[in-house]
């Protein structure tokens, strides 16, 4: 049941990395927000963005990228 310290880091290490992108989206977010695009376009980035931040999200600190195995 203990993991080891290594393993521990490893973890640590792929959750900054996720906070670190999400950080990253929310300033891209934040930037493209001051472009003038069309309707369309606007809400199809938009999405593109929302779309991304809540996948990294769901997989990672939601943990169901690990849940592919146990359902397959």
Do not use: D
């Not at 290490?13 to 695009?37: D, E, H, M, P, R």
């Amino acid at each position: 049941m203990s993991e080891s310290a290594e393993h521990v880091r490893e973890h640590i290490k792929l959750y900054w990395k996720i906070g670190g992108a999400l950080l990253v989206l929310t300033a891209v977010t934040v930037g493209v927000s001051y472009i003038q695009f069309g309707v369309a376009l606007g809400v199809t980035v938009a999405l593109i963005i929302a779309i991304t931040k809540g996948s990294l999200v769901a997989s990672y600190f939601m943990h169901l990228i690990g849940e592919r195995r146990s359902i397959y």
